[in-house]
């Protein structure tokens, strides 16, 4: 989805888009909130959702379109859902 953005926004705007602002307007939403504790920091008691792209997506967006190979890690509710730096 992020990738048919880029006709309308640069990637930045589109990552934002996706992740910060979504955010925000959950932060908005009070008791139907479905996450309550902070979100987009990486602190303890936050709810970390992360990404490590092998690549720059603010320079190349469709390096998001192809998450097997070009997603490292992939973090939901602080749980390593992938992790392919594992030593």
């Known amino acids: 989805m992020l ?52 690549g720059n997506p603010l320079e190349n967006l469709d390096l998001i379109a192809n998450p097997e190979q070009n997603l490292r890690i992939v973090m939901k509710d602080g749980k390593f859902y992938k992790n392919t730096l594992k030593a």
């Not at 006709?7 to 934002?16: F, H, M, N, Q, T």
């Not at 307007?25 to 936050?46: C, I, Q, T």
């Open 3 to 54: 990738t048919h953005m880029k006709g309308w926004y640069s990637a930045a705007e589109a990552l934002g888009i996706a992740t910060g602002t979504n955010g925000q307007l959950l932060a908005l939403s009070g008791h139907r909130n479905p996450y309550p504790r902070k979100l987009g920091v990486l602190e303890e008691g936050a709810y970390a959702d992360l990404l490590l792209v092998d």
